[in-house]
């Protein structure tokens, strides 16, 4: 299996569109991996088919260790699954062989007699994904009732509950004995608060943003080690003394975002985690040119300028490029950066890079992200991008609750840290993570569920998505040079973009109202 993966990161083509999404090329090749591995499911299956104990071994196969935990754990069949009769779950999701990979195929292995069909994904194409399709599509194809299981952005869950069309969990669960003491404190929070105060789903992943730093390169020179609980002003000074410094002829800097880092990137980042708005909550007004956004522009711009921020030029090549060659380009694997802002994601990036570029185990560190006043709890320190429900009106919901029982298991959530599927940590704390004091740092963080939701809402918006898409691809436009010693005007940098903002606001006023016109 680890061969396969190796020759699948050869093939990669394009970078990921900063920490948390990828180009269409990227998540073509991400789906291919994961239809080789139901391919391969699916003949060691037909190979086993001869009796259900020829199914376990070759679930053994698939799954590593799984099947000895399965025999020692009461993890049979419920009733409300028979063991002959087949029982098909209708499931709603984003991407069908990656629901089987992730989620089917080990579900399956407990319980033979189950089977799974799908209902269309509000959104999908024939060669595209939008995941922020509008939420009167999800009501839609909740209200057909055809769907057992359903993948929902959080941000529907507040309407779609208050609607009617979700059930709630509480009862299951408290039947059951499903405890959630081992799920990350703040998803928990975030998604009751999005029922108004009742679970109407669960979250089995999040994502979150921590300071990396280099113990390594503070202690050479002299410097203090970071601590938990900085704000970005404490951060940015912290970086500047690096400033001029080199080594191995190289320069060291003091700040880094990872690999082809850009200073409009650092800017959508640092605001993210600052809860910084580019339009009004009501798309009314475009909030660019702002003292708060002109502050943290300058303190960039300033950074790139006196060269304490990353200046390391963008990588280019032609057809594929291995994973190495990326790590090589960030300062901070390589071992010439005292800090870096990133995801949960870079854990993995640190241990897949390996001591060979340059910074050791016992090297690095992880802290909290950076927090300012008000700040905490923004989608780009913590995010969780959806939750999977059961509709109201699901024709199998006992069985729908087995399975999210499966779902929200401590073995899953060991399947998903050992299956890297991008940025996102298992809500069920993993026993590597409860192992790993640095993967901690994410599950203790503490968050304002209403900011988490706020953010969400804003995300999962078709109109505000327009207005980020149109600043950040000016931004991207306008500041192609900002990594060279001449100076970023700011001002007129921020004029444009508010020019930009207001223009993509004005034109999906207009595109409102020709829909509602057109309605009969």
Do not use: C
């Amino acid at each position: 299996m680890k061969d396969d993966r190796d020759r699948w990161e050869r093939t990669l083509s394009d970078l990921p569109l900063g920490s948390g999404g990828f180009g269409t090329p990227t998540i073509k090749k991400v789906k291919e991996r994961i239809k080789m591995l139901e391919r391969r499911a699916r003949r060691r299956r037909r190979v086993a088919a001869a009796s259900v104990f020829a199914l376990l071994i070759a679930g053994a196969v698939i799954f590593r260790g799984e099947l000895s935990g399965l025999l020692t754990r009461e993890e049979t069949a419920k009733p409300v699954i028979g063991e002959t009769e087949t029982t098909t779950l209708n499931i709603m999701y984003w991407d069908n062989s990656g629901f089987m990979s992730m989620y089917g195929q080990p579900f399956i292995i407990r319980h033979p007699s189950v089977r799974f069909e799908y209902s269309e994904y509000p959104g999908k194409s024939a060669n595209l994904y939008n995941l922020t399709p509008g939420i009167d599509a999800f009501k839609a194809q909740l209200q057909k009732g055809h769907a057992d299981l359903v993948q929902v952005p959080l941000a529907y869950v507040p309407e779609l509950s208050a609607a009617g069309l979700l059930k709630p969990l509480d009862t299951w669960m408290k039947r059951d004995k499903v405890s959630d003491d081992s799920w990350q404190t703040a998803v928990k929070q975030t998604v009751r608060e999005a029922g108004g105060g009742e679970l109407y789903g669960f979250a089995p992943e999040f994502t979150g943003h921590a300071l990396y730093y280099n113990r390594k390169l503070f202690r050479e020179n002299g410097i203090a080690e970071p601590t938990d609980g900085m704000t970005w002003d404490e951060v940015m000074n912290l970086a500047a003394r690096f400033q001029g410094m080199q080594k191995n002829g190289k320069p060291v800097y003091g700040l880094s975002f990872g690999y082809n880092s850009t200073i409009w990137f650092e800017a959508h980042s640092i605001a993210s985690s600052q809860g910084l708005r580019l339009a009004g909550a009501k798309l009314e007004e475009a909030t660019v040119d702002t003292p708060a956004w002109t502050t943290l522009w300058t303190k960039l711009a300033a950074g790139h300028r006196e060269g304490w921020i990353s200046n390391e030029p963008a990588l280019k090549w032609e057809g594929s490029v291995e994973m190495k060659q990326l790590y090589a380009h960030d300062p901070f694997l390589n071992g010439r950066s005292a800090l870096a802002y990133a995801s949960s994601a870079y854990l993995n990036n640190i241990s897949q890079a390996g001591t060979g570029m340059g910074l050791g185990d016992e090297d690095w560190g992880v802290l909290a992200p950076p927090t300012d006043e008000g700040s905490r709890g923004t989608d780009g320190a913590f995010e969780i991008p959806f939750v999977f429900a059961i509709p109201e009106k699901a024709a199998n919901a006992d069985v729908a609750w087995e399975l999210l029982k499966y779902i929200m298991s401590p073995s899953q959530a060991n399947r998903s840290v050992r299956l890297p599927h991008g940025d996102v940590l298992p809500t069920v704390a993993a026993d590597a993570a409860a192992d790993d004091a640095r993967s901690s740092v994410f599950y203790r963080a503490a968050v304002d569920p209403a900011r988490v939701l706020d953010a969400a809402a804003r995300n999962s918006d078709p109109a505000y998505q327009k207005v980020v898409n149109a600043v950040w691809t000016a931004a991207s436009n306008k500041t192609q040079d900002a990594g060279d010693d001449r100076e970023l005007d700011v001002p007129a940098l921020l004029k444009a973009l508010q020019a930009e903002a207001e223009q993509a606001i004005r034109a999906s006023a207009a595109d409102g109202q020709a829909k509602t016109e057109a309605r009969p």
